[in-house]
């Protein structure tokens, strides 16, 4: 599996190495339960700030929690949006952009259990195709 911290931590390397901005105005937000000095702290800001995760609420981030596929989908939907990406054929989901730019492979019984807990090396993967894909635009 893996945590919030290291998929916020992942998405901060995508975010700087493809120079991606926001307009986004979020005040930077001190989570209680992110100690001062944490190695993923600055990771979370920045994923916060840029829009591509939240806490669970206004004080706290749960970064230790593992991240559902549903959750990841929807963060890899957002990096893309931040990058400029549009949904292909007018979909909303994260699932599905994740699939209309082939960061999942398709699954031929379209069960991809939105609930299960996101494994790292899925999330890797993933987040090296979006790499790719966005040096490549």
């Known amino acids: 599996t893996i945590t919030r911290y290291e ?8 975010i700087a ?3 991606l901005q ?8 001190a989570f209680a339960d992110i100690p001062q000095g944490h190695w993923a ?12 995760l939240s806490g669970r609420d206004a004080t706290t981030f749960a970064g ?5 596929r549903r959750e990841f989908a929807e963060v890899m939907s957002r990096l893309l949006r931040l990058a400029g990406m ?16 082939y960061l999942w492979d398709r699954d031929p019984n379209a069960e991809y259990h ?9 999330a890797y ?7 790719v894909m966005l040096r490549l635009r």
């Open 7 to 14: 998929v916020a931590a992942m998405a901060e390397r995508i």
């Open 17 to 19: 190495v493809n120079n």
């Open 22 to 29: 926001s307009q986004s105005t979020v005040a930077p937000v």
């Open 41 to 52: 702290a600055s990771a979370v800001q920045t994923a916060v700030a840029r829009g591509i």
């Open 64 to 68: 230790n929690d593992t991240i559902a």
């Open 86 to 101: 549009k949904p292909h054929y007018g979909s909303i989901g994260g699932i599905q952009m994740m699939l209309d730019y």
């Open 114 to 122: 939105p609930d299960a807990a996101e494994t790292k090396a899925d």
């Open 125 to 131: 993967l993933t987040f090296a195709r979006a790499d």
